[in-house]
């Protein structure tokens, strides 16, 4: 099996939402992508699964 990989760089439009079933821990978003000076951005959502979405949750998004 092939599993395609995709890196975004951008940055979060607002916290993300955090919904924890059955210890499965799942979190949703939404990133900006600039596409220039002149251009609109791009709004990606996005959703991260297990490990990595508790360590989104940790250290990413807005604090205080």
């Known amino acids: 099996m092939n599993m395609n ?3 975004l760089i951008g ?6 939402a955090i919904e924890t ?3 499965n821990v ?3 978003g939404t990133i900006a992508i600039n596409n220039g000076k002149d251009k609109q951005a791009d709004f ?3 959703v991260a699964f ?3 979405a508790e360590l989104i949750a940790d250290y990413c998004g807005k604090k205080g």
């Open 44 to 46: 990606i959502p996005v």
């Open 50 to 52: 297990g490990k990595t």
């Open 26 to 28: 799942r979190v949703y």
């Open 21 to 23: 079933k059955d210890k």
């Open 5 to 7: 990989k995709v890196m």
């Open 11 to 16: 940055r979060l439009v607002k916290d993300v």
